[in-house]
């Protein structure tokens, strides 16, 4: 079976640091990956996608970046962080070749900025 | 692309009440549909779907019928329980391979 691993489930960073937020899938290959953030009491945010190794999209110009070093891999990084990059980011895969775009969530990390 | 509109919340209901969350949907076609769940602090997890027009998902005594004439896909569940305390988010397939989410509608339910 399937199963996403996302880490760290919590961090605690201050204003201008680096980030870097992993994601991993087990049991299936080239999978669809993506980012979501979810800020407190809103909705999803699709922040990146990839449909295969090297290959990101992103969907809202900001302070992020994404990376697919593997192809299981999903990394997002930030190299100085914002008050306003607080949120619940959570990763999200899909079978490359799927028609319906069902998509199976990770436990998503916690991330507060001070 | 798709796009999906949900009933606003919170709801608040009593244990055993019954549950509506609205939910519509505008598409080309007829995509599956799906209805997520988000416990607490958790990521989210797939409720049920349905994968084509009429189908009927269903799932922990939650189910949502896919109506092509009124473009609904309903959630309802005929007896709530404190343990459904969530937020429930409908979606259709959107663009490029991706998922378009509604708004999200918070559910409490009070002993």
């Known amino acids: 079976s399937q199963t996403i691993h996302q880490w760290p489930a919590t961090l605690v960073q201050p204003v201008g640091s680096p980030l870097s937020l992993e994601c991993t899938v087990e049991?299936?290959?080239?999978?669809?990956l993506y980012w979501y953030r979810q800020a407190a009491g809103r909705g999803l945010q699709l922040l990146f996608y990839?449909?295969?190794?090297?290959?990101i999209s992103s969907e809202v110009p900001q302070n992020l970046s994404a990376s697919r070093p593997q192809d299981r891999q999903f990394i997002l990084s930030s190299k100085k962080l914002l008050l306003s990059d607080s949120g619940f980011y959570l990763c999200?895969?899909?079978?490359?070749?799927?028609?319906?775009?069902?998509?199976?969530f990770g436990p998503g990390t916690r991330l507060t900025v001070l | 692309g798709n796009s999906v509109t949900q009933m606003e919340g919170p709801v608040t209901l009593s244990e055993e009440a019954f549950l509506t969350i609205n939910c519509t949907y505008t598409?080309?076609?007829?995509?599956?549909l799906f209805w997520y769940v988000q416990y607490p602090g958790e990521g989210l997890q797939l409720l049920l779907k349905?994968?084509?027009?009429?189908d009927k998902g269903s799932n922990k005594g939650f189910e949502a019928t896919y109506r092509k004439e009124t473009t609904s896909f309903h959630l309802e569940k005929g007896s709530v329980q404190v343990s459904d305390s969530a937020v429930y988010f409908c979606?259709?397939?959107?663009?490029?391979?991706?998922?378009?989410f509604g708004s999200g509608t918070q559910l409490t339910v009070l002993p």
């Open positions: 999200a895969w899909a079978q490359g070749q799927t028609r319906n775009n069902e998509q199976f």
């Open positions: 049991g299936t290959s080239n999978p669809n």
């Open positions: 990839s449909v295969g190794i090297g290959q």
């Open positions: 598409a080309t076609g007829y995509p599956s």
């Open positions: 349905a994968t084509k027009a009429d």
């Open positions: 979606a259709a397939p959107g663009s490029a391979r991706q998922l378009t």
